[in-house]
């Protein structure tokens, strides 16, 4: 784009000596000088990374300079082999007219813009004809770049072609445009560019505008269509390198501009916004050239093992409250935001360009509408404009103004005022935080009807919503370095704002429907909407986020204008948000004591219905596929029970009532086969009926039945159970020691994750075990296929006709990049979560073998596992299990219990994984 200024360039490569010993090389070895001259560029090619490498480790931010270093010594390189094909291999004094030859790079590697394996894009331009001896010579060129293991992409093409061809492909015609002169015949590669403009850019300034727009939101689409993507793509994700050479391309085709300096002139940049344009573009292009070279190979997916590496390598360092690689992550955000928030104003300009000057023409030329008055703002063709320079610096309170008038009235911005806003953010200082006016206004956009969540963003981008909460600028850009995060906090935040008006407006009704009749059931819609925006303000400040951010409510409630009771409320929900998905998700929902415990902490069906919907959106807005109907069951589960627990005082029934009500629903789903209650329900006890569903009950009598009339020794049952998003595998069995650790292990060699378990046992002294398995990409088996496999795999396993551990330790990770983190196993035990079991929680890198290791060693510690409930988050597993001794006692605080945590320790860390994988 702007030609870099490369230092010391013969320390890159040195043309003159490489040319003169290439002479000699000639002259030593005559027309066998191939090979010689191939190994003496090789070296060269060699040193001259070697001292870009240098040049980066050194200067660790320098992108223009390394890019444009790589370049330069490409270029160096085909002019050098130029001249030796040229002269040496296919000598032609007396060339014709037809016979003239230009090297043109084309795409990054014309933009001067090359990371250490890049392509090596390069067109040959020929004169009026195809002819044998430019043929012969551009052949020869490229093997020689071949054997130096150079990827080159490549064109051969006639002038007429090169133009014809500009015409109809958009690709062809983009490379043409940033195509830079590299050698040979000159006046043919500048007669070309006269062309090109003459011929291919005028008249299709709009179509080319259209269609560079489709491509990049189709780009944006396959990317993740987010510039907050946990993973991004530093070339092609949004916010990318792509983007500002998108800005680029579309600037130098519609104002013919040499360099993106010349934006500026041609009024479409101003100087800040050039500065921004380069700094973001220096920071992305040295990102780029650090992972090529860590990689050793063209990669451009910032994955979380390469933001550890990149981070050190560009001396980014831990802080409190936030690791090295978090602050280089933030910083990569901030750049790729600025490079939005650049794209938005620029693309604006350039439409109003062109739409003026096709007004200038036709029937209405002259022709200006008038534009409404909303205000005081201009409102025309759907944008809200600024109506002069300094309206902001006279009441810096319209900087609130202005976004929530665009909300409440479906208005777009004009640019020129973004571009204002943006500038005039500053203006914002703690009088006009403290302004009720201000603060009333900005509470009006949070809760507002239409789109808040697009206008908070785009209030987000220019700088604005940072400067007005500043305790949301400081989690502005800012990543979690784990895989269940997808979004950085401030775009998890604007998305679940985004997700409570959908709900609010019914829009999410399949999905979310106790949360779409709750959220008109709660007594304040801005305690619900101020929750969301707060519920994790507190991130990275180094202490328990929930416990700050409740403290931060504290001070900005009565600041937003919520009354004392509002601002209880929304400290408690901060405080309290993790509450209903830690509930639902790690402990079992059928024991009393987990309904008591949640209700004792809750006490009110306000704060139950306001923490069911923030749970609700919090989950989801994580990231696609976080929210699913398996979480939605739990939650719907615990918010029935502990309702019913609120409104009554006590649950409804006793134990010996709910057991008598359950056999009457299963028996009125059974219809004919309703003596099946009474045939088989005595041999299953009270903790059965109790802990599983009707639906579930009716399926296990039908295949209890089924299995003892066949007297089946092994009964597996496997189908696709819609309610849950997963499927149920039944396992009817003679009971015996290790019977669960064996299952579960059959089941993850078939490809299954257990996300729920309850283990039971008639009192004949068969297991009737049930568990909800899904893939592991959080999806049900379905297929007759996959549910045979299942099956297959668990009889395999029980008759110890395969070895399980060896087997297991060879399954890959669900996540293959999860070795990036560090999971250090923690096991906690809580004899006070259950009156009957004690509660065993163990957090650990989520793996195949988890559930079956962690099932194996309390065999061996002859405990008898009741129930298991697993919760992933990424590449953490979190494995619950409620259990008892033989004797049917909690295990007691002491030495067994120590020696236990060091056991399911060991078993859940790396260093066993290992040694299992090396055995």
């Keep these: 784009m702007t030609e870099p200024v490369i230092t010391d360039q013969r320390a890159i490569f040195d043309r003159r000596e490489i040319a003169s010993r290439i002479e000699a090389l000639v002259e030593e070895h005559g027309n066998s000088s191939r090979q010689p001259v191939v190994e003496l560029l090789k070296q060269a090619l060699d040193r001259g990374r070697g001292e870009m490498e240098r040049r980066l480790e050194e200067h660790p931010s320098a992108g223009h300079a390394v890019a444009g270093g790589y370049s330069f010594l490409v270029d160096q390189l085909v002019r050098v082999i130029h001249e030796y094909v040229t002269q040496h291999t296919y000598p032609n004094p007396n060339r014709s007219a037809g016979e003239r030859l230009a090297v043109m790079a084309v795409g990054g590697y014309g933009r001067s813009e090359m990371a250490p394996y890049s392509d090596v894009d390069i067109a040959f331009l020929v004169g009026e004809r195809r002819n044998a001896w430019c043929e012969q010579v551009v052949e020869a060129m490229l093997y020689l770049m071949w054997d130096l293991g150079l990827k080159i992409g490549h064109s051969t093409r006639t002038l007429d072609e090169a133009i014809r061809l500009a015409k109809d492909d958009l690709t062809i015609r983009t490379a043409l445009l940033e195509g830079r002169y590299v050698w040979g015949d000159r006046s043919l590669y500048d007669e070309g560019e006269q062309r090109y403009t003459r011929e291919v850019v005028r008249g299709s300034e709009q179509a080319f505008l259209t269609q560079k727009l489709e491509e990049r939101n189709a780009r944006h689409k396959r990317m993740g269509d987010s510039r907050y993507v946990v993973e991004p793509n530093v070339k092609d994700g949004k916010g990318g390198l792509r983007d500002l050479q998108t800005l680029y391309w579309i600037g130098k085709f519609i104002h013919r501009v040499s360099s993106a300096f010349e934006l500026v002139d041609a009024g479409l940049m101003t100087d800040a916004e050039y500065r921004s344009f380069r700094r973001a573009e220096r920071f992305l292009l040295a990102v780029r050239c650090h992972m090529h070279i860590l990689t050793g190979r063209t990669e451009d997916r910032l994955t979380f093992d390469l933001q550890r590496q990149v981070a050190e390598r560009m001396n ?76 902001f610096a006279r009441d810096p309170v319209r900087l609130i103004e202005i976004f929530q008038i665009a909300e409440a009235e479906g208005l777009e911005i004009h640019p020129e005022t973004m571009r204002q806003a943006n500038r005039d953010a500053k203006l914002i200082d703690q009088a006009v935080r403290e302004d009720p006016r201000a603060n009333a206004i900005f509470l009006d956009l949070l809760c507002g009807r239409n789109d808040p969540e697009m206008v908070l963003r785009w209030m987000n981008e220019a700088g604005v919503f940072g400067r007005f909460v500043p305790d949301f600028g400081r989690v502005n ?15 998890h935040t604007i998305r679940a704002i985004g997700l409570l008006n959908k709900i609010e407006k019914g829009e999410l009704k399949h999905d979310h429907p106790r949360a779409s009749r709750l959220i008109h059931k709660v007594g304040s819609r801005r305690v619900a909407y101020v929750a969301v925006l707060l519920h994790d303000i507190a991130k990275g400040r180094g202490g328990d986020h929930s416990v700050l951010g409740a403290e931060v409510a504290q001070e900005l409630c009565p600041r937003f204008g919520l009354s004392e009771s509002e601002t209880e409320l929304v400290a408690w929900l901060v405080l309290n948000h993790l509450l209903m998905s830690h509930t639902a998700q790690k402990r079992d929902l059928t024991d009393p004591k987990t309904i008591e415990d949640y209700v004792a902490q809750v006490q009110s069906i306000e704060r139950l219905r306001h923490l069911a919907i923030l749970t609700a959106v919090d989950i989801r807005a994580v990231g696609p596929g976080t929210w699913n109907s398996w979480k939605g069951q739990l939650l719907g589960e615990l918010y029935d029970a502990s309702s019913e627990r609120l409104r009554l005082g006590h649950m409804r029934q006793g134990r010996a009532e709910k057991v ?61 159970y819609e309610a849950r998003g997963a499927t149920l595998v039944t396992v009817i069995a003679a009971d015996h020691p290790g019977l669960f650790y064996r299952i579960a292990g059959g089941i993850h060699l078939a490809g299954g994750n257990i996300i729920d378990a309850r283990i039971h046992t008639t009192r004949s002294g068969w297991a009737l075990d049930n568990f909800l398995v899904q893939d592991p990409h959080g999806a049900p088996f379905r297929e007759e296929q996959q549910l045979d496999r299942l099956k297959k795999s668990i009889a395999d396993a029980l008759a110890n006709r395969i070895d399980l551990t060896p087997r297991l330790a060879q399954r890959p990770l669900p996540h293959s990049r999860s070795k990036a983190f560090d999971v250090s196993p923690r096991v906690l035990f809580d004899n006070k979560a259950s009156n009957r079991f004690t509660v065993i929680e163990v957090n650990a890198r989520d793996r195949p073998a988890l559930l079956n290791r962690l099932a194996r060693v309390l065999f061996e510690h002859r405990l008898v596992v009741h129930s298991a409930h697993i919760t992933n988050y990424g590449e953490r597993a979190v494995d619950t299990f409620y259990v008892t001794d033989l004797t049917g006692d909690k295990l007691a605080e002491g030495e067994r219990q120590n020696r236990l945590e060091a056991r399911l320790a060991e078993a859940a860390g790396d260093a066993m994984q290992a040694r299992l994988e090396d055995a």
């Design 316 to 391: 980014y360092a831990d802080r409190p409250g936030k690791s090295a690689v978090e602050r280089f992550m933030q910083f990569y955000f901030m750049q790729a935001k600025r490079v939005g928030s650049l794209t938005g104003v620029f693309l604006a300009h350039i439409e109003d360009d062109l739409a003026q000057r096709s007004a200038r023409k036709g029937f209405f030329a002259g022709f200006k509408p008038k534009p409404r008055m909303v205000k005081g703002y201009r409102v025309f063709g759907g944008r809200i404009a600024a109506p002069s320079d300094d309206w």
């Design 477 to 491: 850009a800012q990543m979690q370095f784990d895989m269940y995060h997808h979004y950085t906090v401030d775009e």
């Design 660 to 720: 008598a009500a359950k056999k009457a629903q299963v028996a009125d789903l059974l219809e004919e086969k309703a003596a099946l209650v009474e045939e088989f329900g005595i041999a299953l006890d009270d903790a059965y009926w109790i802990a599983e569903p009707v639906d579930i009950i009716a399926l296990n009598l039908v295949h209890y039945a089924a299995a003892r009339e066949q007297e089946h020794q092994l009964s597996v049952h496997c189908e696709f």
